[in-house]
């Protein structure tokens, strides 16, 4: 296993090894995914003033409650506006009828500072404007209620992509920094409670002051933006996002994602190198942490060692997932697939990545479940959809969706993401009927 | 646009997947936006399929909107014939689809397939997913099972009563425990010498499906789903249809008579079954305090029938609402309102129903996975008795609810929410203990601590805050907690319907009348009723006060009501 790498490391492109210039399968089919209305799922936790209106069918209304739903016991806080036949008979009527359910929706939950319209399938495809008519509908709710729109419709958005589409709605809003600011941090992605706390940690021994994330745990708090902000992306999939606060000044810091000892080193590394902190300090602060994580590993490296590894395309997480599976525990890649591949923010991850590794973008999902079937890997990742008929036939998986809604960014976390994967693996060595 | 926090029924594309499912060698080709392959893991998380549901999707994205969208669908038949090879091949689109307008009939038809296609017209828009299903299974039978029909006017070959044949119409993929109710109710059949010809579509291939019309009367299980399939049967082959739904000790034995006289048998040797224990249950001394117990049903309308039967006829509840979200149903469900004296709520918003089952403070809630939500809001016992229903109602164990065992699974499944009668008892007479108290949730279901009636964002109606200080005006406490406007607007139209009121004002009161104030003593009475009667006691009080224009309420108001109301 690698050590930490060095503070230098990781800054010009890495030529002649892993796989930045490595060809890319790229595959039109059927595709197994979800669609961007998914991320409310997370979403309406993380910002928890906020409220997600969907304008949608009821299939919108129906994926959001499988999703997540009917495992919430409490007033969620989303709902979809179904479109129903009186609707698609024309526009205007359309609008006034959004407004009427905003305005009950509004009266029964006066607690909602933020409403998010999210577009669908099938809003996009009536051209219904949910722009205007969040401008239209949040000057008549100012200033108690902002609301804004954006697309998670499955035309435009896949899965994780529906969490860039809402914070890059958000990114407009942010306030501009004040023209004496000291230079500052953004964090960008929506992060668990704990990891967020983590980090703000690290970086505070760090030395490098003026964190902030994105998105705020309060709609109300959102970061200020400008030419002294630097900004490091917790997730693979804020294309988006990323480019509007580049629009508004912010630099990216180019780096790997904060997954597995390696993976965090090299993102903290990043902030440090931008705010100049100290090598040997920077060494000092995270030493003891990575050494700790790293001895967490090694349980889970015993049983993953050599085990191969196949990916179905589901969150963009695939190829930093992928390089943490491979450089860190030791796995095989047999197929990395990702539903789109981001070759600028990723740069950093393909240049970790074993050189040789088949990476594929897009999807057909019944050539890629041959192509799996063939391979007989060890471990597959992959939706839900997919995970209980390839166990069926024999194939150990691992749910994919499990990736998002559990803490696995950090030093701390890098034990419990290894577990992620071996978990599967000791299941089936303990159950013998 | 309809404001929906929660939905009963899947779109129909849905319905269709779990006729596709259910069956053997069809295959289903949709064409549906990227993401609608999530109702995938309908079948794979909750129905826990070892095998993906035989549906292929075109899943189009915004580029391909600008090409040529038919051409995408028409290759993904092509694929998806070539691949899975399947006897019949069903074809449709999902809403998103259904506005760009490709004509997946016409498209399909165009390839000429060597398979019979049943092209699908599901409005997405009007219809939801048991009109779906309803449909689809129509449309494959009318397919399948049409080019076998006698000419019209023609006489079914008689055959003797001893070698009658039946077929089980309406189980499907994704349907409320409709595995076992087939196993449970073949076996029914069995004693009564009755073979069953196909079971469909659960389990039916296309084949299959052609020789519906061999057999010489239909059983419709899960008439949401077979009752149109059986019409067109009847009309065609002359094979008449089951309308009992065998649910409950009454209709099963109902159910036996009529499938009895259909074949032309004698119903006694399935008339009793030495297992079936649920009517003993009903009547031994421990199930007395039963009696009366305040029950509100929700559901299909199959099952929210069944349940109000049983919770009548042989639980000895008082039915205080019956609803369903069937509205094809809606005409039987009002008609057996009407027997039980409550009005009933024929609707699909679930804030409606939430509203009406807190109006009513039920002790007991028969519903769907939703109303559980509800349920938990209001602090109220629930049991889950139609769909939609979670993981968890797609049990390991053996769990019809049909036929006499399905009696005795339903006795346990209702009974055990409520409070254990010792102990409802007890909560009586001792109001004080630290642990075992009105508020606190059974004991027997393990958990500690204080139920939450109403505090976290609830509803003020119904369930009654135990800590209701000051005026409040009938039954809507006003909590500090963003409360649901609905709420307090609600009059109680449901109060104890079976007792109407004297004069005409109890419905809609609360809008014009003075606020009746509790005095502290009366209040602290109150809190002397146990919880799951208490919120009935407050409104059936403040009614009366109301009536009588008394605006403070006393303890002594608190005792002539209870006297007035229990004349």
Not at chain 2, 23 to 33: D, F, K, R, S, T
Not at chain 2, 385 to 404: E, L, T
């Amino acid at each position: 296993m690698n050590a930490v790498p060095p503070i230098g490391a990781g800054k010009g492109p890495v030529t002649g090894q892993g796989c930045e210039g490595a060809p890319v399968l790229h595959e039109r089919g059927q595709r197994e995914v979800f669609c961007g209305l998914t991320g409310i799922v997370w979403l309406h936790r993380k910002i928890q003033d906020a409220f997600f209106l969907v304008v949608g069918s009821r299939t919108c209304a129906h994926l959001l409650q499988s999703a997540a739903g009917v495992m919430i016991f409490a007033e969620p806080r989303f709902a979809t506006a179904v479109i129903e036949e009186r609707d698609l008979a024309g526009l205007a009527d359309a609008n006034a009828e959004l407004d009427r359910v905003v305005t009950r929706l509004l009266e029964r939950r006066p607690d909602i500072k933020l409403l998010f319209l999210v577009g669908s399938c099938p809003s996009e495809v009536i051209k219904l404007d949910l722009s205007r008519a969040a401008e239209r509908l949040s000057e008549t709710f100012a200033p108690a209620v902002k609301i804004r729109s954006w697309s998670g419709s499955g035309l435009e958005t896949t899965f994780t992509q529906g969490e860039d589409a809402c914070l890059a709605a958000l990114v407009p809003d942010l306030p501009a920094e004040s023209a004496d600011a000291a230079p500052s941090l953004l964090v960008v992605g929506a992060l668990a409670e704990i990891v967020e706390d983590q980090f703000s940690r690290l970086f505070a021994e760090m030395g490098v002051e003026n964190v902030r994330f994105f998105p705020p745990r309060r709609s109300g708090d959102l970061p200020p933006v400008g030419p002294r902000t630097k900004m490091l992306l917790a997730q693979p999939f804020l294309a988006e996002t990323a480019r509007l606060l580049e629009k508004r000044g912010a630099t990216r810091l180019a780096a790997p994602f904060p997954f597995g000892v390696e993976g965090t080193s090299g993102w903290l590394a990043a902030a440090a190198r931008a705010f100049g902190v100290d090598e040997e300090h920077f060494f000092r602060v995270i030493g003891p942490r990575a050494e700790r994580a790293r001895t967490a590993l090694a349980r889970h490296r015993e049983m993953l060692q050599d085990k191969s590894l196949f990916f179905f395309p589901d969150s963009q997480l695939e190829i930093p997932l992928a390089r943490f599976a491979a450089r860190e525990l030791g796995m095989r890649l047999v197929e990395v697939g990702t539903p789109y591949l981001h070759r600028g923010h990723l740069a950093p991850e393909l240049a970790l990545l074993p050189a040789g590794t088949t990476i594929s973008e897009g999807q057909h999902v019944d050539n890629q479940l041959d192509r799996a079937r063939a391979a007989r890997p060890d471990l597959t990742v992959c939706g839900l959809g997919l995970a209980n008929p390839l166990e069926a036939e024999g194939l150990p998986t691992k749910w994919s969706i499990e990736l998002l809604f559990t803490p696995v960014h950090g030093f701390e976390q890098a034990a419990d993401l290894a577990e992620l994967f071996a978990r599967p693996l000791l299941r089936r060595s303990r159950l013998v009927a | 646009m309809q404001l929906t926090v929660w939905t009963y029924e899947a779109p129909p594309h849905v319905g269709a997947m779990r006729i596709a499912a259910a069956m053997e060698g069809v295959h289903y080709v949709v064409h549906a936006p990227q993401g609608d392959t999530y109702a995938d893991l309908l079948f794979t998380m909750i129905e826990r399929a070892g095998k993906r549901p035989p549906v292929t999707w075109t899943t189009f994205q915004a580029r391909d909107l600008g090409g040529d969208t038919a051409e995408l669908f028409k290759t993904s038949v092509k694929e998806a014939y070539e691949r899975f090879r399947p006897q019949a091949l069903m074809v449709g689109a999902s809403c998103t689809a259904e506005l760009i307008q490709d004509d997946p009939g016409g498209l399909a038809k165009a390839l000429d397939l060597p398979v019979p296609v049943v092209p699908l017209e599901l409005p997405a828009y009007q219809r939801k997913e048991n009109w779906g299903a309803a449909e689809t299974f129509y449309r494959l039978v009318r397919t399948l099972a049409g080019p076998h029909a006698p000419p019209p006017g023609s006489k079914r070959p008689v055959r003797e009563p001893g070698s009658r044949r039946c077929n089980l119409l309406g189980p499907t993929a994704l349907g409320f425990r409709h595995r076992d109710d087939v196993h449970e109710v073949t076996g029914l059949l069995h004693r009564l010498g009755i073979a069953v010809n196909v079971v469909a579509p659960l389990g039916a291939t296309p084949a299959d499906i052609a020789r519906l019309g061999e057999a010489d009367f239909n059983v419709v299980l899960y008439p949401e789903i077979a009752y149109q399939a059986a019409q067109w049967l009847e009309r065609t082959f002359g094979q008449k249809a089951t309308k009992t739904v065998p649910i409950g000790v009454g209709a099963t034995k109902a159910f036996v008579t009529e499938v009895a006289a259909l074949a032309g048998v004698d119903p006694a040797p399935a008339l009793d079954d030495p297992h079936c224990r649920a009517p003993w249950y009903s009547r031994s001394v421990d199930s007395t305090y039963l009696t009366g117990k305040r029950v509100f049903v929700f559901g299909d309308a199959t099952h929210a029938l069944a349940a109000a039967r049983i919770a009548a006829e042989e639980l000895g509840f008082q039915v205080v609402g019956l609803g369903t979200y069937s509205r094809e149903f809606a005409r039987e469900v009002r008609a057996a309102a009407a027997t039980y004296g409550v009005e009933p709520l024929i609707t699909d918003d679930y804030l409606e129903v939430e509203e009406k089952i807190a109006a009513s403070s039920p002790e007991l809630v028969l519903g769907t996975q939703m109303e559980r939500h509800v349920a938990k809001r209001l602090g109220v016992p629930c049991a889950v008795i139609s769909a939609p229903v979670h993981v968890q109602d797609f049990p390991a164990r053996y769990s019809p609810q049909m036929g006499f065992e399905g009696a005795n699974v339903i006795f346990d499944t209702f009974v055990h929410p409520l409070m254990m009668g010792l102990e409802e008892h007890l909560v009586t007479m001792f109001r004080e203990d630290f642990e075992f108290h009105a508020d606190a949730a059974p004991s027997h279901l393990g958990h500690a601590g204080v139920r939450e009636p109403a505090s976290a964002g609830a509803n003020g109606a119904g369930a009654d805050a135990a800590i209701t200080n000051g005026p409040t005006t009938n039954g809507a406490a006003a909590p500090a907690a963003p409360a649901t406007p609905v709420a307090a607007k609600t009059p109680d139209p449901h109060e104890t319907t079976a007792d109407p009121p004297p004069t005409a004002n109890g419905n809609g009161a609360s809008e014009t009348a003075t606020p009746i104030q509790w005095a502290a003593d009366a209040e602290k009475e109150l809190h002397r009723i146990p919880f799951f009667v208490r919120g009935k006691a407050r409104r059936n009080t403040e009614r009366f006060a109301q009536e009588r224009g008394v605006s403070l309420i006393t303890v002594e108001t608190l005792y002539d009501a209870k006297a007035y109301y229990s004349r």
